[in-house]
């Protein structure tokens, strides 16, 4: 297989988030989500986010994307500041952002076309694409005809082939039946090994976490900051069917484990239904590992 980066040039970027807060309404109202949050997502290197349902992962990513500002504090990419949205982010929802109407040719296509620039080179690197992600006989389906790992895998092509620095994902694969999922990250992490684009990943599945991570951050309760950060140093290329053997990425999943059931636990105080359901399912996996 030809390696990503003989089709694509790969730019990669860098950003650094510094005592960022963000706080939605104001006064009696006033709704604290970011508190003084700092961290980098560095250059090459694939960063995953974690942290307990609804602390405030997708507001980081809106503040990244330049979707949203930040009450105070900075966020640069590349040392100048992010003041909006750009084509050197690009951000994957949990939410299928495919248009139904359009097959999967066209839907990968949608960002040359609405620049236009539907010329031989993007046709070429949307074929190009349709192969990485496995989809070259499923070119002219539209997305119901799709299943769900066929989905997210053209959306990731629909990303690519716009070539951001970084690449930002809230939670892409959440929703996909257990198989899928864990298909999808040995796949997301052969895509990323090719490329080494910059990645910001955000999850609140620790074993997706640690098998696509470089470096984990682990999130506390909202209002969110950083509980702590673990470079997750273990060689690539990695094998999903051996990767939980290892004693290092054991000691690493304890480690976040009990730190994430701290931070559920404080919001299972607060009487939030999703905490109660994230501490559950955390407890289930902590017996199994
Ligand atoms: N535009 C908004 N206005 C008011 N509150 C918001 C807004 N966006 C998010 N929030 C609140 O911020 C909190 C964190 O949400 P979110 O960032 O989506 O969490 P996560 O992605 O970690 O599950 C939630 O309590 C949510 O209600
Ligand atoms: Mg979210």
Not at 126 to 134: C, H, N, P, S, Y
Not at 270 to 284: H, I, L, N, Q, T
């Amino acid at each position: 297989m030809a390696p990503i980066t003989s089709k694509i040039s790969i730019s990669a970027g860098e950003m650094v988030v510094s005592n960022v807060c963000k706080s939605y309404g104001t006064g009696l109202f006033e709704k604290k989500v970011v508190k003084d949050c700092s961290f980098s997502v560095e250059r090459g290197k694939l960063t995953v986010m974690i942290g307990p349902s609804g602390c405030g992962k997708s507001t980081l990513i809106k503040l990244l994307a330049g979707f949203e500002k930040p009450t105070s504090g900075s966020i640069l990419l590349n040392g100048k500041p992010v003041t909006g949205p750009g084509r050197d982010r690009l951000v994957v929802f949990q939410e299928s952002a495919l248009f139904p109407w359009m097959t999967s040719y066209d839907n990968i296509m949608y960002g040359p076309i609405a620049r236009g620039e539907n010329d031989q080179k993007a046709r070429d690197l949307a074929e190009f694409l349709l192969d990485k992600v496995g989809l070259r006989d499923f070119r002219s389906k539209y997305p119901m005809q799709l299943s769900g790992g066929m989905q997210r895998r053209a959306e990731l092509a629909r990303a690519m082939i716009n070539n951001p620095e970084v690449m930002i994902l809230d939670e892409p694969f959440r929703g996909l039946d257990a198989m899928s999922k864990e298909l999808m990250w040995e796949y997301y992490s052969a895509l990323y090994e090719e490329s080494r684009r910059t990645t910001f990943f955000v999850t609140t599945d620790i074993d997706e976490a640690l098998f696509l991570a470089d470096r984990l951050i682990i999130m506390s309760n909202i209002p969110t900051r950083v509980r702590a950060t673990i470079e997750v140093d273990i060689p690539r290329p990695r094998k999903l069917a051996d990767f939980f053997l290892g004693d290092r990425a054991n000691e690493v999943k304890m480690t976040a484990l009990s730190l994430l059931h701290e931070e559920a636990m404080k919001s299972f105080s607060g009487g939030s239904k999703a905490a109660a359901d994230f501490v559950e399912s955390y407890a289930r996996r902590s017996q199994r590992a």
